[in-house]
């Protein structure tokens, strides 16, 4: 079992920066893949981010990259998401994940926590 809490969402300007964190318990937090995601008002759930177990392979979805980084820390049981270049349209709320399969399949959610980019 794993439970995660997110913080560092909040309100922000166009062409700001957030770093999202995600602290998960249990002691199997380095075995999983972890992921972060993000539902906008009205629209489905939608991918963002992928981190191997090791750290040592990242994938994000095309409208993220090049923009945000996700990493861990295994020894702090902590995923982050640096969010740069923000824009409206990542406005949000943005859901950590852990057991997250190459398919975007999810084992654990978090209750999430909201971003909002202002222009």
């Known amino acids: 079992q794993v439970q995660l809490v997110e913080s560092g969402g909040g309100l922000v300007q166009a062409g700001g920066s957030l770093r999202l964190s995600c602290a998960a318990s249990g002691r199997t937090f380095g075995s999983y893949a972890m992921g972060w995601f993000r539902q906008a008002p009205g629209k489905e759930r939608e991918f963002v981010a992928r981190i191997s177990w090791s750290g040592g392979s990242t994938y994000y979805a095309d409208s993220v990259k090049g923009r945000f980084t996700i990493s861990r820390d295994n020894a702090k049981n902590t995923v982050y998401l640096q969010m740069n270049s923000l824009k409206p349209g990542d406005t949000a709320v943005y859901y950590c994940?852990?057991?997250?399969?190459?398919?975007?399949?999810?084992?654990?959610w978090g209750q999430g926590t909201q971003v909002t980019v202002s222009s």
């Open positions: 994940a852990a057991d997250v399969n190459i398919n975007g399949q999810v084992g654990y």
